[in-house]
């Protein structure tokens, strides 16, 4: 078993980035690492080893999920977060781009938004988020299709909004 230290080294950024994309704000986003990994140790879970990650960012996502139907998101407005894979200020269009998705996927509902993030930007593939999350593959196939479409037609909207 790896030590809790070991697993924060490893996989504390991970944490804090799933967390800060569903919440797009910094300082919730690490106070939701902190919790889930004072909950690793407190609870201790008997963790499959290679399987460490899905747990903390199963944990995560739960405790987001809380938050975002918590009455602050009420408060918040919510802009686009600095993610740190958006391009160095020279490449203007692709950060313009960038921004608008980020925009679009925080306006998706919680289900479509999760999926987008551990498929696209956490790298999970079907079978594994299936597992994560407790359903069906099939669910989870309908879901990112859906939300491709979602995205798809929001941008659109928006792209539109601009032109006019």
Known sequence: ???????????????????????????????????VFVRLITNAPQLEEGREKAWLLKVALNRCRDLWRGAWVKRVVLGSPVFETIPAPDDTERRDEEEAMMKAIHKLPAAFREAILLFYYQGYGIGEMAE??????????????????KLEQILKEEEGGLAQ
Request: hydrophobic share 30%; no cysteine; glycine share 4%.
């Open 132 to 149: 994560m999350l407790n359903l069906p593959e099939g669910t989870i196939s309908s879901r990112l299709s859906r939300a491709r479409k």
């Open 1 to 35: 078993m790896t030590s809790y230290e070991e697993l924060y080294e490893k996989y504390a950024t991970d944490v804090l980035r799933v967390s800060y994309f569903y919440l797009g704000d910094r300082q919730r986003a690490e106070d939701v690492t902190q919790d």
